[in-house]
């Protein structure tokens, strides 16, 4: 059974910076998608970032791309997604998803974890 499970979330002023965790458990990932979406409200759910557990290799969404970094652990089994620059605009609850490599949707998600960037 996979879980992940979100922290890190929290109320940060504009221009500041947070660092998410996912701690993910359940299986071994190395031939795993990571990723972070995020969903505010009244608004659909929008892809953040992921990364391929194996290699690293990642690939960002464009209303974060040069702000937000997302990097994994091997040793601790957690994804991290470092938000630095932070506007208004992405305060959402963030999610981390898992799935295996050539899979369909992601069918793993974790709780969510609440961003709140105050201007």
């Known amino acids: 059974q996979v879980q992940l499970v979100e922290s890190g979330g929290g109320l940060v002023q504009a221009g500041g910076s947070l660092r998410l965790s996912c701690a993910a458990s359940?299986?071994?990932?190395?031939?795993?998608?990571m990723a972070w979406f995020r969903q505010a409200p009244a608004k659909e759910r929008e892809f953040v970032a992921r990364?391929?557990?194996?290699?690293?290799?990642?690939f960002y969404g464009e209303s974060v791309k040069g702000r937000f970094t997302i990097s994994r652990e091997n040793a601790k089994n957690t994804v991290f997604l470092q938000m630095n620059s932070l506007k208004p605009e992405d305060t959402a609850v963030y999610y981390c998803?898992?799935?295996?490599?050539?899979?369909?949707?992601?069918?793993?998600w974790g709780q969510g974890t609440q961003v709140t960037v105050s201007s």
């Open positions: 998803a898992a799935k295996k490599i050539g899979a369909g949707p992601y069918n793993y």
């Open positions: 359940g299986r071994t990932f190395s031939s795993y998608l």
């Open positions: 990364i391929i557990w194996s290699s690293g290799n990642t």
